[in-house]
């Protein structure tokens, strides 16, 4: 019968040889379970795809954006225009590139401004607790509407745009953050070793920057990762209801919106928007899935 050896004998083994094993860190770790994870590795390419297609836009478009020939007008997919042309004449594939490009870079600064607002307030909340219950009341008022809702009124009172779009999403994401910010720092502001820090005299400041924030960090990617494609598809939604991008900004919604009025004989203009829209967003909460699952320190 073969002797088995456990992986204490073994590393044993390797320790009276001379030969130590290297420790793995914890984003090697997490790296390894990411890598194992079809679904986010699936996501991750999605999103490579457009970011790619995006970013290189100028270079890889194969038509200029702005001109426009109307003797080709709503030309069906074919060879020479691969998603055909709208009603202008112009390329829809280059036009999804270059609207590509403000389509993430909405969901990039909406996400952006959330997170740094939304962790900001929500660690507050949760080591102060003497100003906590003013911070949440206001969080269960913007969380008592719908976030497209409360997105359409923050953008009633700044006007119509880009960027008050950009500023209504990134508002009603806020809340997201503050919740599951708060949530994380409420734990761990109990642990024994915070209580010996503060024991010690260290200022809330660095007890704060040293074992607050580098706990909040993982809970806080999952949920940018997942909120990256919410905030997409809530910035295309505004465009689509013509209080976001306006024509003749190539942005996935406002192309979606422009093309429902030729549905019926240029159906085209409507479906390839909202395709990309679906697929990014589909990106997004694969990779999303898969980074909390790889993050959660329970598993190994």
């Known amino acids: ?12 083994t390797l320790t009276n040889l001379g030969i130590e ?23 991750a390419v999605i999103l490579l795809f457009f970011i790619i297609a995006s970013v290189f836009a100028p270079v890889l478009a194969p038509y200029p954006i702005e001109v426009m020939k109307m003797e080709n007008r709503f030309i069906p997919p ?51 607790r003497r100003i906590d219950i003013y911070i949440m009341q206001c969080m269960d008022i913007l969380l008592a509407f719908p976030s497209l809702l409360l997105a359409i009124a923050i953008i009633a009172v700044l006007g119509v745009g880009l960027t008050n779009a950009m500023i209504a999403v990134a508002i009603s994401v806020i809340p997201s953050y503050v919740r599951v910010v708060r949530g994380t720092v409420l734990s761990i502001r109990e642990k024994e070793y915070i209580e010996a820090v503060k024991a010690l005299g260290v200022s809330d400041l660095k007890i704060i920057a040293k074992h ?19 905030s997409i598809l809530a910035a295309a939604a505004l465009s689509f209801l013509g209080l976001g991008a306006q024509p003749p ?4 919604g406002a192309m979606a919106y422009v093309g429902k009025s030729f549905f019926l004989n240029a159906w085209w203009m409507t479906l390839f928007p909202g395709l990309a829209i679906m697929l990014v967003v589909l990106g997004f909460n694969l990779l999303g899935d ?3 699952d790889a993050l959660d320190p329970r598993l190994k």
């Open 212 to 230: 607050i924030l580098p706990n909040v960090l993982s809970p806080v990617i999952v949920l940018s990762s997942l909120q990256f494609g919410t």
């Open 290 to 292: 898969g980074l909390r």
């Open 78 to 128: 074919s060879t020479d225009h691969w998603l055909g042309t709208d009603e202008f004449g112009r390329d829809i594939l280059s036009r999804m590139m270059h609207g590509g490009r403000v389509s993430l870079m909405m969901g990039l600064i909406a996400v952006s401004i959330a997170g740094i607002v939304g962790v900001f307030l929500g660690v507050i909340s949760g080591y102060y």
């Open 249 to 252: 900004t190539p942005e996935w």
């Open 1 to 12: 019968m073969s002797q088995i050896v456990t992986r204490s004998e073994t590393e044993q």
């Open 21 to 43: 094993k290297k420790p793995t860190s914890y984003w090697s770790l997490v790296w390894r379970r990411l890598k194992r994870n079809k679904g986010a590795l699936a996501g």
